[in-house]
T-cell receptor, first 111, second 116 residues
Framework: DAKTTQPNSMESNEEEPVHLPCNHS???????IHWYRQLPSQGPEYVIH?????VNNRMASLAIAEDRKSSTLILHRATLRDAAVYYC????WGGGFKTIFGAGTRLFVKA | DGGITQSPKYLFRKEGQNVTLSCEQN?????MYWYRQDPGQGLRLIYY???????QKGDIAEGYSVSREKKESFPLTVTSAQKNPTAFYLC???????????????FGPGTRLTVL
């Protein structure tokens, strides 16, 4: 399984944009990039996913590098409720059940 | 509302006792999963099941057992053979053949197990 690398933690001010990076230099052509987040003492929840093109939804935006070796999750205006651990995950288009969650990036949001 | 329920939220057991964690889903999902999370760590896959009466070991299955007698239920037993069972346990479910595009696992609220 291709691995991802994320910073251990990041800090942001409330109401400011946050850019969470993820490196996946061994990504294969059939791997989708997924992001989940885990609020304290809860299970992870889906945030966004993409393959090659940048993606937007109501929660966040996903910017994917042209060579697909890295991606960035963008929270446009951080709120205190966005403080969580964010996981960047690769999944093969064919599915499969072994989803590898690394340690993720813990986002701290300051008021 | 559709979702996944896990009970209890907190569980305390004495060392050497087996304990069973409950997981129920009403999302009509075929696939179900159990993960373990230790403080500051990511999730590690214990077992997963694609269909009733069938399940496969994940990365850390030793000391755990599961059953899948009903589509909506996937209980996990932490046996006395598990060397360090104190952890946060998460159950999840998903559709069976996710095409890769928006493969989404739905997670329960978790059970925090403490072995004294």
């Amino acid at each position: 399984d291709a691995k991802t690398t994320q910073p251990n933690s990041m800090e942001s001010n409330e109401e400011e944009p946050v850019h969470l990076p993820c490196n996946h230099s061994t990504i294969s052509g059939t791997d989708y990039i997924h992001w989940y987040r885990q609020l304290p003492s809860q299970g992870p929840e889906y945030v966004i996913h993409g393959l090659t093109s940048n993606v937007n939804n109501r929660m966040a935006s996903l910017a994917i590098a042209e060579d697909r070796k890295s991606s960035t999750l963008i929270l446009h205006r951080a709120t205190l409720r966005d403080a969580a651990v964010y996981y960047c995950i690769l999944r093969d288009w064919g599915g499969g059940f072994k989803t590898i969650f690394g340690a993720g990036t813990r986002l701290f949001v300051k008021a | 509302d559709g979702g996944i329920t896990q009970s209890p939220k907190y569980l305390f057991r004495k060392e050497g006792q087996n304990v069973t964690l409950s997981c129920e889903q009403n999302l009509n999902h075929d696939a179900m999963y159990w993960y373990r999370q230790d403080p500051g760590q990511g999730l590690r896959l214990i077992y997963y099941s694609q269909i009733v009466n069938d399940f496969q070991k994940g990365d850390i299955a030793e000391g755990y057992s599961v059953s899948r007698e009903k589509k909506e239920s996937f209980p996990l037993t932490v046996t006395s053979a598990q060397k360090n069972p104190t952890a946060f346990y998460l159950c999840a479910s998903s559709t069976l053949w996710a095409s890769g595009s928006r493969f989404e696992q739905f997670f329960g609220p978790g059970t925090r197990l403490t072995v004294l």
